[in-house]
Antibody
Framework: QVQLQESGPGLVKPSQTLSLTCTVS??????????WSWIRQHPGKGLEWIGY???????YYNPSLKSRVTISVDTSKNQFSLKLSSVTAADTAVYYC????????????????WGRGTLVTVSS | DIQMTQSPSSLSASVGDRVTITCRAS??????LNWYQQKPGKAPKLLIYAASSLQSGVPSRFSGSGSGTDFTLTISSLQPEDFATYYCQQSYSTPPVTFGQGTRLEIK
């Protein structure tokens, strides 16, 4: 079955760029009908959507983070990545990658598959 | 942006209880509403999509209802493994994708 796994540094210095990668296994990232997403959760808080990307490279970002976020896809490696620039302590969070599925016969869509999450701490 | 508000923020209940969690959208979202369950240290898990459709593998004691602005998640008979935090999420108007603030379900 399809699985997602986040990877990247667990500690990032303030003002630097946070970089994470999500590896998709058990299926192709180029399958139609899916958007590959990043969502974060501040310690003890709720869920915040960061953005998602289609395998073709089309991206959609949260306006509140858009100026600092870049999501990219590497279909040859079956991976997609997140870069968040100019980080501060407020970016300390668990970062999840997730799959957004858009059923053809249904207008509604949802996140049906999630990685286990990775904690990123911003500190000097 | 569409704001999602859940109530209550926390809830204490006993095994076997019937529990209802409410989610309200700041504008009509038709049936574009999903529910997730999150246990401590784990990723969220999809329970209900399109307001009332049960995700494959989810026990039938979970059900969802509502349309427009008001939605409910009901657990008909609480089991020990159901104690978790529950989130609603709208998929009507994005970006941005928005979630409710969560409802923490605790053991009484």
């Amino acid at each position: 079955q399809v699985q997602l796994q986040e990877s990247g540094p667990g500690l990032v210095k303030p003002s630097q760029t946070l970089s994470l990668t999500c590896t998709v296994s058990g299926g192709s990232i180029s399958s139609g009908g899916y958007y590959w997403s990043w969502i974060r959760q501040h310690p003890g808080k709720g869920l915040e959507w960061i953005g998602y990307i289609y395998y073709s490279g089309s991206t959609y970002y949260n306006p509140s983070l858009k100026s600092r976020v870049t999501i990219s896809v590497d279909t040859s490696k079956n991976q997609f990545s997140l870069k968040l620039s100019s980080v501060t302590a407020a970016d300390t969070a668990v970062y999840y990658c997730a799959r957004k599925v858009v059923p053809a016969a249904l207008g509604n869509w949802y996140f049906d598959l999630w990685g286990r999450g990775t904690l990123v701490t911003v500190s000097s | 942006d569409i704001q999602m508000t859940q109530s209550p923020s926390s809830l204490s209940a006993s095994v076997g209880d019937r529990v209802t969690i409410t989610c309200r959208a700041s504008q009509s979202i038709s049936s574009y509403l999903n529910w997730y369950q999150q246990k401590p240290g784990k990723a969220p898990k999809l329970l209900i999509y399109a307001a009332s459709s049960l995700q494959s593998g989810v026990p039938s004691r979970f059900s969802g209802s509502g349309s427009g602005t008001d939605f409910t998640l009901t657990i008909s008979s609480l089991q020990p493994e159901d104690f978790a935090t529950y989130y609603c999420q709208q998929s009507y108007s994005t970006p941005p994708v928005t979630f409710g603030q969560g409802t923490r379900l605790e053991i009484k």
